[in-house]
């Protein structure tokens, strides 16, 4: 049997990813949802073609309560979705990262690794 981590919380952080992309990318029809395995690693992507964010907005994103201030009054929002999706990413000895271009759209990403524990 192999373990391949909280499904719960790994489907957690994908919704929050594709509703975010939804969210921030107003008059788009376009989101594009990329899944690899390699190497034992899951690597999963979200493009949007929203608002994008600045790159000093990067560093941030991640952290608690943290929001893009221009987009604050326009979207609803605590947030906290991106820093439990990454303390979730993270807890499962993975990585989580965004490439984004201002007014371009953003591609949110995680790798993780699979199938580490083998039961026989």
Do not use: C, W
Request: net charge negative.
């Amino acid at each position: 049997m192999r373990d391949y981590g909280d499904e719960m919380r790994i489907e957690q952080v994908v919704v929050n990813f594709l509703t975010n992309a939804i969210k921030y990318s107003p008059g788009t029809n376009e989101i594009l949802l990329g899944i690899k395995v390699e190497n034992d690693q899951l690597h999963l992507t979200v493009k949007d073609y929203g608002i994008g964010m600045l790159p000093e907005q990067l560093n941030h994103v991640f952290d608690k309560f943290y929001r893009v201030e221009e987009t604050s009054q326009r979207f609803q929002g605590l947030g906290i979705g991106l820093y439990i999706s990454a303390e979730i990413i993270r807890r499962h000895g993975g990585e989580i990262g965004v490439n984004s271009t201002y007014g371009e759209g953003s591609e949110f990403y995680f790798t993780m690794p699979i199938g580490l524990k083998t039961e026989v």
